[in-house]
Nanobody, 127 residues
Framework: QVQLVESGGGSVQAGDSLVLSCAAS????????MGWFRQAPGKEREFVAT????????SYADSVKGRFTISRDNAKNTVYLQMNSLKPEDTAVYYC????????????????????WGQGTQVTVSS
């Protein structure tokens, strides 16, 4: 079992930056592909970013590419999402997720690929 706890959300103005953190416990963090997803009211949960076990590979949704950066610190069992140039359309509850993987190059962009999820943290961007 892996427990995930997100933090760092809040209310900001368009153009501001935020850093989300997701602390993992209860499992071998370095064996997990990690992902960030978000869900806006009335919409489906959507992929934001993913990072491989070692951090050597990443992938982003087109809507955040160039503005968001995912990273991880396996020594601290934590994954981060640096969000710059925030837009009102980035407003959502942000979730981190973990997927066990035996591959060091594996990434995962789909909700159904992840077994473990955090409770989410709200990000609100006003214009």
């Amino acid at each position: 079992q892996v427990q995930l706890v997100e933090s760092g959300g809040g209310s900001v103005q368009a153009g501001d930056s935020l850093v989300l953190s997701c602390a993992a416990s209860g499992g071998t963090f370095s064996s997990c592909v990690m992902g960030w997803f978000r869900q806006a009211p009335g919409k489906e949960r959507e992929f934001v970013a993913t990072i491989s076990r070692s951090g050597g590979r990443t992938s982003y949704a087109d809507s955040v590419k160039g503005r968001f950066t995912i990273s991880r610190d396996n020594a601290k069992n934590t994954v981060y999402l640096q969000m710059n140039s925030l837009k009102p359309e980035d407003t959502a509850v942000y979730y981190c997720a973990a997927k066990w993987s035996t591959s060091t190059v594996d990434l995962a962009t789909r909700v159904y690929e992840y077994r473990y999820w955090g409770q989410g943290t709200q990000v609100t961007v006003s214009s």
